[in-house]
């Protein structure tokens, strides 16, 4: 996509998953390149995979350890981000963690966890780098939510609130940051092949195992790919995947066919094991 061609990008974790493989497509653009990852021998991994695929010699494709959820972190290393890279065009929030299980077994320090990775995460690089994009009066930031932003699942108690925050956070912000030309969108992935995917895997709650049923699970180059071309068009909503895209499209519609459906695959899972 020739849109990204010498773009400045910044991608919060980067070091893997759909993340990883945004950075991998923009460096193959031509676009220059920061990864951000609170793990930095995760980071350096990336990194050399990701320069691997530059389009040009004189990239610049770095990576910067940063805990996204530690407001002064991003703070601090946001002026030499942008002075590495010669400014920024694109913010792209993919930072996250998951934890799915039974409401009342979650743990209190996994709620607190999810919260401030993956809805306040994209709160304090939007605030930290806003002012380097409003200077310019251009730019693009997308934020990635999840099919558990549009609707809740049995088992996300903890994960889909902070992704529906994501989605009422961008809606706030596409009106809030018009009068500088800056562009919103939001992304909701299905079940993504990413090593967060095959944690998940380890503790799900068979009920969740149950209403995923044989839903083929997206490559992250897919999904990525998805969201890089409708961020390059300036789309607000981004939903990979045309079952997505219909599952989303009927729980805005006909949310209560949706409930039917769901409700009904998780009476039958009880009926043959019940709830004790």
Not at 54 to 63: G, L, N, V
Request: with cysteine; aromatic share 10%; net charge positive.
């Amino acid at each position: 996509m020739d849109w990204y061609l010498n773009k400045k990008v910044v991608i919060t974790g980067g070091s893997s998953g759909i993340g990883k493989a945004a950075a991998i497509l923009c460096a193959r653009f031509g676009a220059n390149v920061c990864i951000l990852s609170r793990d930095e021998s995760r980071c350096k991994a990336a990194l050399g995979e990701i320069q691997q695929h530059a389009k040009k010699q004189d990239q610049t494709i770095f990576y910067c350890a940063v805990d996204v959820s530690k407001r002064e972190q991003v703070r601090k290393n946001t002026p030499e981000i942008v002075k590495r890279l010669g400014g920024i065009d694109l913010l792209l929030n993919c930072a996250g963690i998951s934890w799915p299980g039974y409401f009342h077994t979650i743990p209190d320090d996994v709620w607190d966890s999810i919260i401030q990775i993956d809805y306040m995460g994209t709160v304090n690089t939007v605030r930290s780098f806003l002012p380097y994009f409003k200077e310019q009066k251009h730019g693009s930031i997308a934020n990635i939510s999840s099919a558990l932003g549009y609707m809740g699942l049995f088992g996300y108690a903890a994960y889909s609130p902070a992704k529906f925050a994501i989605v009422g956070f961008s809606e706030c912000l596409r009106m809030d940051l018009m009068p500088w030309n800056i562009k919103i969108s939001v992304i909701y992935p299905a079940d993504t092949d990413t090593p967060q995917l095959a944690e998940e895997n380890k503790i799900k709650p068979a009920e969740t195992r149950a209403l995923a049923g044989t839903i083929k699970v997206m490559p992250p180059e897919t999904v990525a790919r998805a969201m890089l071309e409708g961020v390059s068009k300036g789309k607000f909503t981004i939903v990979p995947g045309l079952m997505n895209w219909f599952t989303c499209f009927m729980n805005r519609h006909v949310p209560s066919v949706v409930w039917m459906i769901v409700a009904g695959d998780l009476k039958k899972y009880w009926k043959k094991h019940p709830v004790v």
